[in-house]
């Protein structure tokens, strides 16, 4: 596609469910990144993809928190359990390469509101 | 471990003169420098990055920044501020990850809201 593709915009869960995040990456690019933005903060590392592979996963919160991309374009994040701090714009940004150089491109995000 | 700090939480500033956005940042090795503006409800979009050579930057939207390695600096410029481009910019610093066959791990700053005013 044209940009980067999140779905859904916003997500109003109740305390306690499960969600899925959805990331369509720009079409051919390998790297694909996923971000937290906090009300007030800049964007916060989670998890990086090469390909299907995650190869950094640093940043995740913890063990509820889990990200795949079973064929190398779509990713999902999948938070379990959720609880009201998870409350944030999840951001995903893919990269043709991972070149300095190439910079990222980012989604709109999804908002998600846990109640 | 490298930062960026954006030491200003909002900046107003009137139509027609010319903005600064301040940021500084913390590196160990060359600094990679990138400035994102978010638009509510959109997401982030590049404005400029320093990679190498000259220490001005040329962006999109006429926007510059100067990268000042002596005084760790990468401020935002406009030389005439419209209204349109209040929002939220953030800068940011690359790191070059080794590991996993190498990648760039980005760090970004808490943002600054700039406010156009008519």
């Known amino acids: 596609g044209a940009g980067v593709s999140q779905t859904p915009s916003n997500k109003v869960t109740e305390k306690g469910k499960y969600v899925e995040l959805r990331c369509d990456p720009i079409?051919?690019?390998?790297?694909l990144y996923w971000y937290r933005q906090s009300l007030g903060q800049g964007p916060e590392f989670l998890i990086y993809?090469?390909?299907?592979?995650?190869?950094?996963d640093s940043g995740l919160p913890n063990d509820r928190f889990f990200a795949v991309r079973p064929e190398g374009s779509v990713s999902t994040l999948k938070i379990q359990r959720t609880e009201r701090g998870d409350s944030a714009v999840y951001l995903c940004?893919?990269?043709?390469?991972?070149?300095?150089?190439?910079?990222?491109?980012f989604g709109s995000g999804t908002r998600l509101t846990v109640v | 471990a490298q930062s960026v700090a954006q030491p200003e939480d909002q900046v107003n500033v009137a139509e027609g003169n010319p903005l600064t956005v301040k940021c500084t940042y913390s590196?160990?090795?060359?600094?990679?420098l990138f400035w994102y503006v978010q638009y509510p409800n959109r997401g982030l979009q590049f404005l400029l990055k320093?990679?190498?050579?000259?220490?001005l930057v040329k962006g999109s939207y006429g926007f510059e920044a100067e990268f000042n390695k002596s005084q760790t600096s990468f401020h935002l410029k406009k030389p005439s501020a419209l209204v349109s481009d209040s929002a939220l910019y953030f800068c940011?610093?690359?790191?070059?990850?080794?590991?996993?066959?190498?990648?760039?791990?980005?760090?970004f700053g808490i943002g600054t809201k700039l406010q156009v005013i008519p």
């Open positions: 940004a893919s990269s043709p390469g991972t070149g300095v150089g190439y910079g990222y491109t």
């Open positions: 079409s051919g690019h390998t790297a």
């Open positions: 993809f090469q390909g299907t592979g995650a190869a950094d």
């Open positions: 590196v160990s090795g060359n600094p990679y």
């Open positions: 320093y990679i190498t050579g000259d220490n």
């Open positions: 940011a610093v690359i790191r070059w990850e080794q590991n996993s066959g190498g990648y760039q791990k980005v760090t």
